[in-house]
Nanobody, 125 residues
Framework: QVQLVESGGGLVQPGGSLRLSCAAS????????MGWYRQAPGKQLELVATITSGGNTNYADSVKGRFTISRDNAKNTVHLQMNSLKPEDTAVYYCNADKTIVAVPGDGPYEYDYWGQGTQVTVSS
């Protein structure tokens, strides 16, 4: 099994910064893309940023220039540096591991998508 564990959420004032981290563990052979999604109260889940194993990144227009995603392929970790935070960034942030190749003894390998449990980010004065 694969687990994604997120950390780094919290309460911050507008204009402040936070750094989210996500570590994937388990029988992982390779993860194609890792990323962050968020869901604000009453709103749909939306993409924040993704990064492929080759380093290609994709950002939501609303966070371009403020957020930076990075990844350590060897450690299966992904980070989201969030600067110049705004109240509208308030949401639960979820880590995603897309197209994860998992080794299964005597079987497989298999490909799955995995999600973390979510971490709350609140931007408020």
């Amino acid at each position: 099994q694969v687990q994604l564990v997120e950390s780094g959420g919290g309460l911050v004032q507008p204009g402040g910064s936070l750094r989210l981290s996500c570590a994937a563990s388990g029988s992982i052979v390779r993860i194609y893309a890792m990323g962050w999604y968020r869901q604000a109260p009453g709103k749909q889940l939306e993409l924040v940023a993704t990064i492929t194993s080759g380093g290609n990144t994709n950002y939501a227009d609303s966070v371009k220039g403020r957020f930076t995603i990075s990844r350590d392929n060897a450690k299966n970790t992904v980070h989201l540096q969030m600067n110049s935070l705004k109240p509208e960034d308030t949401a639960v942030y979820y880590c995603n591991a897309d197209k994860t190749i998992v080794a299964v003894p005597g079987d497989g390998p298999y490909e799955y998508d995995y999600w973390g449990q979510g971490t709350q980010v609140t931007v408020s004065s």
